[in-house]
Each structure stands twice: as structure tokens, then as C-alpha cells.
């Protein structure tokens, strides 16, 4: 049962080190601060969750985590090093893979962990947003959760897909998949078009000026 | 006697998300990013004091902090987009606001907790002043708290009003009340007449310049 | 045995309470928010060290590391005030002390608490890096870690002197003080000669631009 858990968040911890490289080349960050990037992406939004539900932190015990941050990001550096452009929108593109596996693997330790389903959702979602705040926060960009079309509101969809399927009795692989899907299928859709949902109108803030 | 506390901290959250919404509004930030930094903003603080405590973090049982955040950020959206604009030094009233109700509830908080009169004093600072931070970060700000008149001092002068007077043996609610009201009106004072404590002179640094 | 540990700690958190003070006055910060970014580049780092192992966080039962922080950043402000000029790379030497200090004082704590030898010392770096890290992101800096010549190498360094010596059965004080000088020879080297890894070419990214 627990086995595919594992090879869920080695996935997405792969993905995040792919951004988090990608964010490093794209800021033309040398030698290893790349790896310190790419780890920062790939294991602080788990990190963060663990500390919260007060369980031991995926990596603490597992060096598995280490050597797949090793490999995405050393594996990158050289895709990179040799073809020298990457595909227009591909860290937002991973950047939402890696939210699938995130969101939907953060949502169900919440719940293993005796959540409400209303705090595993948030759980989930930070698990997933965060590792790419802390990216962005150093690469000091504004962070794609506030830059990205319907950024947080896929995560919460993807975890109420997954919470709801649950409830309905659903098989908890086929629940996950369903999850990820939605989530991923809803941020690709909103990237290709734009989608946002404007609460504000533009306007000229008068607001605590500088 | 922990039914206050409840409140307290429900009004600290409230008065955050409301503080992030604007900060969010401020920055044009659209769609439920808004929501995002509302949300890191109200539960900042208190999350990294309760994981430094050791204690299980205020909202991972307690449905009531998520419904604080949404109702106040929903409130604040549409109240600004009907007004269109907000009174100068909104932000910095609503952030003294939740910082009295934080400083003083994160120091008690501490003391629960068996910690130093100054270490409580340390995490109640820390509590206030960590939410607000998070959000300039992210709003890519100078932080207010470097910013602010008085800022660190006014969170250590409700720290210490508050454990002084429970040191005479006060009631508890009292001087609750009176280390808010002193944090609050020095905070305001500072803001309303620019005070500050300047502890260097101006300089050319030549510290290593980039 | 656990004697000396207890200076190194206070050591490095005075050194990294140093850097910190010279940071917050090389961006003209005035009144106590200079405290603010003494302690949060002092304690950043051992904080987040001390939640991942889920042990007290150093600081919560011993008032030690305020006094030493106080006294650091006081004594800072004064050198400071009087010298008007601090020596060009003063901010990296000092960086790098801290470093030496955290980065083997974490990696034996991880190695307290159980870790495998590569879990140490990646928490070692965290710890040495992580205070450093907060410093530059609220002094809205690109982060020492990404433009300093082999930083994170030098931790890693560092720590895997440490550890190997001590798999080879040498006194643990001794393979502490290896550790931090390899970490400090390296990195000053770095500093002095600028050496760098470069791991991409120079380019022109389309990947994403805004």
C-alpha cells in the first residue's frame, strides 16, 4: 500500500530539483549553489509538512531522496549544458508536475496523520507551494504562486478530488491518479489560456506608499 | 480562562489576513493568490512559535482559523472593490493591531510552555513580527519590521509590560490588556510621529560593495 | 565532552550576530531592527536544524545565546559607530567563521541523533547555511550561498573531513577543529582567488521570460 507513496514523492522531489536547476540556469548561478537550489525546491514543501503534523521528516531516514535530488539535478546540468535553450514555459510545466504529486501525497498525510479533510487540503497545498516560494524567494522573482493562472486553486481542487473520491469509497491509487490529473490537466489548461479570476480591478493605490 | 485566549488569537489571525489581502491588493495581485498570502500572513507567526514549542500547531485541529482567514480576506476583497481605495498607513494599523494580539498571546504562549521570562518575551517578538515578514518577503518589500518606527522595541515593551504585571500578580486578562494597549499606542505613536531609535549615522559603505 | 560543544555554538552564533549587524548597517537600517537580523542569522539556522531532528531548539531553555547576541550586536554597533568603515569582505570572513562552526556542530548533532553520515552532513549544511540564507532574503540580497565562490562545497568539505575522521577513530575535538579549518581554508581560498565551478556556460535563456 505504502509502496507506491514512496515512489510518488521521490517523483515529485525529482521534478522540484529539475525546476529548482532550471531556476539556477535561468539566474546564471554557478557551481554548486545549483544543488543547493535544486534541493531547496525538491524537499521544502515536505519538509515544512512534516515539521507541522510534528512526524519525522521524509529524508531524515532515507537517503533515497538525496540521490534523486542528485541525479534530476546533475541529469539537467548536462541536458541543459549541451543543448543551451530550453523550451519556453517547461519550469511552469514541471512546476505543475511536481504540484500533482505534491498536493495529492501532502493531502493524504494530513489525513493519515488524523486531519480534518479542510486542513489536509491546506496541508497539501503547502506541501506543494512551498518548495517553489522558498525557489523563487532566492531566486528573488515574484513567486509563481502569485504570478501563475489559477495557481492555488488547483492545488485545493486536486486535493478535493482526491479527499471527495475517497469519501465516495473510490480505490486510493485510483483516487490519487484522479487527483494528480485534475490538478495537473486544470494548471496546464490555465496556463495555455490564461486563465485567471480577477478579484481586484486595476487601480492606482493610494495605499502606505513608500 | 483559556476561552479569551481562543479569540485573541481567532482577532490576531483575522487582523493578519485582512493586513496580507491588502498587501496582495496592493501588489495587483489577482486570482486566489490573494488568498495564499493572506493565509501565510495570518498563520506565519504562530506556526513557527508552536514548532518551536514543540506543541501541536494552532490550526492542524481547529477548523475556526481557516474560516478567520476566509471570512476576513472575502471581507476585505469586497470591501476594496467597491471603495477602491484605502486610507494611508491602513497596512501599518492592522499590522500593530495583530502584532499586540500576537506578542502578547506568543509570550504566554512560552511561559505555558515552562520557557525563561526571556525567552517567552523572544518567542511572543517572533510570533508577532514573523507573519508580517513573510508577506514583505513575498511582496518583495523591505521588511516592515526594518522599516518600522520602533518596530522590534514596541513587540519587547508588550512583552515585558505583560510578564511584569503577572509577575505583581495581576489578573491574567488585565494584563493581557495592558501589554496590547502599551505595545499598540507606542507602535502608533511611532508611526504617527516618525519615531525612531537610529543606532548608526549615515555612511558610505564600503563593506563589501558588489 | 559536551563542554566545548556549548562555546562552539555560542561562537558561531556571535560571529553570525556579527555578520547580521554588518548587514543591517550596510543597508542603513536603523533603531532595533538591527537586533531583528542579528538574531534571526544567528538562530536561522540552528532553529531549523533543531525542528528537522525534533529536538529542543538550543536556544529555548538557555538564555546564553540572547546574551551572546546581544553582546555581539551591541559591540558591533559600537566598533561601527566609531570606525565608520569596516574592511571590504569583512561580511564573507565573518560568514565563513560562522559557517566553519555550524556546518560540524550540525553534522555531530545529526550524528547524535542517529543519521546516516550524508543525512549529517546535509544537515549540517542547512544549519550553516540556512541563518546566512534569511539575512541576505530580508536584506533583499541575492543569497551568499548562490554568489559566493564554492559555498556550498566548502560545507560539504567540511563536514566530510569531520566525519571521516572521526570513522578513522580520532579524538572527536580533533576532527572538529580538521573539519572547521578545512571549511575555512577552502572557503577564504575561494573568496581570496575567486575560484568558481562553473557548472553552465554563459547564455541567453528563453526559457520563461516574464
Known sequence: MEHYFHWFDLLGIAVFAISGTLAAWRNQMDGFGVIVLASVTAIGGGTLRDLILDVPV?????????YAIFIAAIGTILLV???????HNTLQILDAIGLAFFVVMGTQKGLDNGTSVMVAIMLGTMSGVCGGMIRDVLCREVPMVFR????A???????A???ALLALGTAQ?????C??????????AA???QITIPVFSKHHSDLNEP
Chains 1, 2, 3 share one sequence.
Do not use: H, Q
Not at 153 to 159: H, S
Not at 173 to 177: D, E, G, Q, S, Y
Open 81 to 87: 549544458r549541451n543543448r543551451l535553450t530550453v523550451p
Open 153 to 159: 486553486v488547483t492545488c485545493i481542487v486536486g486535493g
Open 161 to 163: 478530488v482526491y479527499t
Open 173 to 177: 491509487l485510483f483516487a490519487m491518479l
Open 148 to 151: 501563475g493562472e489559477l495557481y
Open 191 to 193: 496556463i495555455k489560456w
Open 179 to 188: 487527483g494528480m490529473a485534475a490538478l495537473l490537466v486544470l494548471r496546464l
Open 58 to 66: 521524509i529524508w531524515i531516514n532515507d537517503n533515497s531522496y538525496f
